[in-house]
């Protein structure tokens, strides 16, 4: 993945880049607003990851920007601002996502790789498929090589969750966002729970895999 | 010295409130007094002359009649009468030939033109001189008549009013003095006293108020506003001492962990510690994030900048997610969530707020709930949200405690959490304008917080 870092801050930017290479991504990285917003309509990256504070001229405006010259790369704002109101004026702005200061790295890489592979609205999938596990979305139907497994609502939309992006991690927070709409963290660990019913749900061998340290996988066993 | 300005302006009395009123109002009887005064005058002395000009009037009918009935020598009798009996010596008289001759009167000479006029007798031996009001009638059969009397009476009623109005408008004026003082006292006094108790406060005794009486007018009205104004600062103060001595003390706690781990990892110093202590350090910092994340939630939540984002909600289905998210960490503990909620029930306010709410609340619930137990939430029709647990519960004198940050039992300092919870529900009940009680689910807490129906909020 080619990723444009935009972020005053030399130490967490260099934190940042030497995680981001050492994972394989190549890193372009702009100190201020302006540099960022000319590297970025050059659109050649596949994801940026935005301060929301920025000299010269600040992250929002920059995505503002950047939108408004039709240029839609994702956008991940960055932000030591975590408030609702600044969340929902990030998205707004045109971000695609929010991540606030500080976080985990496992947090940002599983959040960039959800953006930079997320499909294009166009073919937008009727089934989804991991190994021997089929889901219907029209039908709103789940098998398991052949056998149908019964999900409430909100397990199904969970199982969904994690087959759209197959083979990538998700981490707690992105399930707790996506699945329940919750953005804060409950201290009972709800999502391990809720996983491990659907993993015990979906039977031998174990699709669903637990990433230490950063969140949930789904793929072939083995 | 701030308050020495004040103080040095309070000094020049004609600067005063209570100045102005009093002079205001002293101008203001004098006039009063004065209009008055006039309008008496103008209508009496106005009244004597016309009655004087009548019987100057109806007189020279009188004699005129005589002279048409006797001639002249009839109306010079008919005047040396009234002369005659005249005893006070205001009537006068001059009956003239037709020649110009005086035939009868006490007027030496008087002008023979018809009508009204105003005559001046310089009476010889007499110092003062008389002012007469004159009727000159021509008579007929010749002769002229002039009938006239002295208006010295309707003088004296004139200077007679003038000093009653003189002696009303200084007791008017007076009295105003007086009243105006008194009421000018009363408001300095007023003015004093608050200004008095403001100092007080300013130089840091902020829990002092304005003193109040029980009459309950604007000065009252006002004093209580102040004081309302104040208790508001002096509450907010407090929050924050509060803030900052809570996380001074409970944010140390885990800090002293993290740096001794650290300490300990670098005595160490080889790979096998390493690992471990730099992950358990990893989760010292998660937990003081947390801790800080809800505060500054709950700062933000208190500060009422959310209030912004309030929209009509389904607060069923909010309710219902809720309820679902937490079933299955309910049923790792043994206990089953039993959710009594109907359908599309209306509510208005913050989604992600409510919803971290009652979270909150259902995390309590599983956490001090007893193992293998109950836990309910319902939701009534009258948006009143229920959550009961069915463990230890919390006594009663210590219900309202345990909203405040960082507050937790005794019996449950052992367990993890920060104690932040019930704060954050009893910031977003506030904002929300709703009502949070704290009661016995017999046995177990029962908790419930009603949402005013429709936009609300102070």
Known sequence: MKILLVEDDAETAGFIRRGLTEAGHVVDHAADGADGLHLAMQASHDVLVVDRMLPRLDGLALVRALRAAGQRTPVLFLTARTGVGDRVEGLEAGADDYLGKPFAFAELMARLNALARRPPMATEATTLQVADLEMDLLRRTVTRAGRRIDLQPREFRLLEYLMRRAGQVVTRTMLLEGVWDFHFDPKTSVVETHVSRLRAKLGEPPLIHTMRGAGYAIRQPG | ?458
Request: hydrophobic fraction near 45%; include cysteine; glycine fraction near 12%.
């Open chain 2, 1 to 458: 010295m701030p308050s020495a300005s004040p103080a040095e302006q309070a000094t020049r009395w004609w600067r005063t409130t209570a100045f102005r009123i009093t002079l205001l109002h002293l101008l203001l009887t004098l006039l009063g007094t004065a209009a008055l005064s006039g309008i008496a005058w103008w209508a009496t002395t106005g009244y004597a002359l016309r009655q004087l000009a009548q019987e100057v009037d109806s007189d020279s009918g009188l004699l005129v009649q005589a002279a048409r009935l006797g001639g002249p020598r009839s109306v010079a009798l008919s005047v040396e009468a009234r002369l005659a009996a005249d005893r006070s010596g205001t009537q006068y008289y001059l009956l003239a030939g037709t020649a110009g001759e005086r035939l009868a009167g006490n007027l030496a000479s008087a002008p023979e033109t018809p009508g009204w006029a105003s005559l001046r007798l310089e009476a010889a031996g007499e110092a003062a001189s008389a002012e007469l009001l004159a009727l000159g009638t021509p008579l007929p059969g010749g002769g002229f008549l002039v009938v006239a009397r002295d208006v010295a009476p309707v003088r004296q009623l004139e200077s007679l009013l003038l000093g009653a109005a003189g002696w009303v408008g200084g007791g008017a004026a007076l009295l105003g003095l007086l009243g105006g003082l008194l009421m000018g006292r009363g408001v300095t006094r007023r003015a004093a006293a608050m200004d008095a108790a403001l100092a007080r406060v300013e130089s840091g005794e902020i829990g002092h108020r304005l003193p109040i009486r029980p009459g309950g007018d604007e000065f009252d009205r006002l004093a209580r506003r102040i004081n309302a104004a104040l208790d508001r600062v002096q509450g907010l103060m407090q929050t924050l001492r509060q803030v900052t001595d809570d996380i001074a003390h409970d944010l140390r706690t885990p800090l002293t962990r993290l740096r001794g781990r650290l300490e300990a990892a670098l005595r160490a110093g080889d790979d096998t510690t390493w690992r471990p202590a730099t992950e358990a350090a990893l989760r010292d910092c998660e937990q003081l994030l947390e801790i800080f994340a809800a505060l500054l939630r709950i700062a933000q939540v208190e500060g009422g900048a959310r209030r912004a984002g309030f929209a009509p909600l389904d607060l069923s289905a909010l309710a219902a997610t809720v309820a679902e998210v937490y079933a299955p960490a309910a049923e790792e503990r043994g206990q089953r969530v039993e959710a009594d909620i109907p359908p599309a029930i209306a509510a208005f306010g913050d989604r992600e707020l409510l919803t971290q709410a009652l979270a909150n609340l259902l995390e309590n619930a599983v956490k001090h709930g007893r193992e293998g137990g109950r836990i309910r939430l319902a939701l009534g029709t009258d948006r009143v949200l229920t959550v009961e647990d069915d463990g230890e519960g919390i006594p009663p004198r210590e219900r309202e405690a345990v909203l405040r940050r960082f507050h937790r039992l005794d019996a449950a300092r052992s367990r993890p959490g920060a104690g932040l919870g019930l704060a954050l529900v009893a910031a977003v009940a506030e904002l929300h304008g709703a009502r949070l009680t704290l009661g016995d689910a017999g046995p177990g807490l029962r908790v419930e917080l009603a949402l005013p129906p429709g936009p609300a909020g102070p």
